[in-house]
């Protein structure tokens, strides 16, 4: 099981940028896909974006196509989501997680991972 550990969230205003990042314990993070979702208040947790082992294969959510980019590096046992032009509508608690297996194609459902890190909050203000 890999330990997943997210950081960069906060408060930003609309359009702004963030980049969140998700370190990950463990020798075998190249053999993982890993994916970042979010939860707003009340709302179920959804995915965001998504990467398979080598970065070949990326998904993103419709609403963030254009605006969010996912990356790793798998070096430092390291995924990132860079945000930029954010929205209020982007609030949410943001939360990393990982999918075992050199997969070809970036997963794409929350019921795909195992592993999830306790999230990190980001906070758009209009």
């Known amino acids: 099981q890999v330990q997943l550990v997210e950081s960069g969230g906060g408060l930003v205003q609309a359009g702004g940028s963030l980049r969140l990042s998700c370190a990950a314990s463990?020798?075998?993070?190249?053999?993982?896909?890993m994916g970042w979702f979010r939860q707003a208040p009340g709302k179920e947790r959804d995915v965001v974006a998504t990467?398979?082992?080598?970065?070949?294969?990326?998904y993103y959510t419709d609403s963030v196509k254009g605006r969010f980019t996912i990356s790793r590096d798998n070096a430092k046992n390291t995924v990132y989501l860079q945000m930029n032009s954010l929205k209020p509508e982007d609030t949410a608690v943001y939360y990393c997680?990982?999918?075992?297996?050199?997969?070809?194609?970036?997963?794409?459902?929350?019921?795909?991972?195992?592993?999830w890190g306790q999230g990190t909050p980001v906070t758009v203000s209009s």
């Open positions: 463990g020798r075998t993070f190249s053999s993982y896909a």
């Open positions: 990467i398979n082992w080598s970065g070949s294969s990326t």
């Open positions: 997680a990982a999918k075992g297996g050199k997969i070809t194609i970036a997963p794409t459902k929350r019921t795909d991972f195992g592993s």
